[in-house]
């Protein structure tokens, strides 16, 4: 698993798509697929319009949940994950804003710990992390 981080609208995508553009990219962009289709790269955008789906009060679920759908994913295909980077800056106000914010870095904690590889991206150049 590869997970390319970075702030909104830093070029992420971009970065990505360029990096397996000598491959066969299925982009899905706010969805954790359930089914498992026959992949050579898949990638994942802005995981974060499925998590405000989800039930945030139980966020150490719904990490898991992501985690084992990932891993069953990255069994069979690439998985490269672009995710928005939510944990500087003021706190939200509103609960639900902050439960997403903090179920963000939980499981961006989880991701990395995971991934083959990290990369932070700021305004379209990378940075390799791990």
């Given at each position: ?5 970075g702030g ?47 039930n945030l ?32 800056g003021v ?40």
């Amino acid at each position: 698993m590869h997970v390319f981080i970075g702030g909104a609208y830093n070029g992420k995508t971009d970065y990505v798509m360029r990096l397996y553009e000598q491959r066969q990219v299925t982009l899905v962009d706010g969805e954790l697929p359930d089914v498992i289709q026959t992949y050579d790269v898949l990638v994942i955008k802005n995981l974060e319009k499925w998590l405000v789906t989800q039930n945030l009060e139980d966020d150490d679920l719904v990490v898991q949940t992501v985690l084992a759908k990932l891993k069953t994913l990255a069994q069979q295909c690439t998985v490269a994950l672009i995710v928005t980077d939510m944990g500087r800056g003021v706190v939200p106000m509103e609960k639900q804003a902050r439960l997403l914010r903090d179920t963000c870095g939980r499981l961006y904690q989880a991701l990395f710990a995971e991934a083959e590889q990290v990369v932070r991206i700021w305004y379209g150049l990378g940075e390799q992390m791990k």
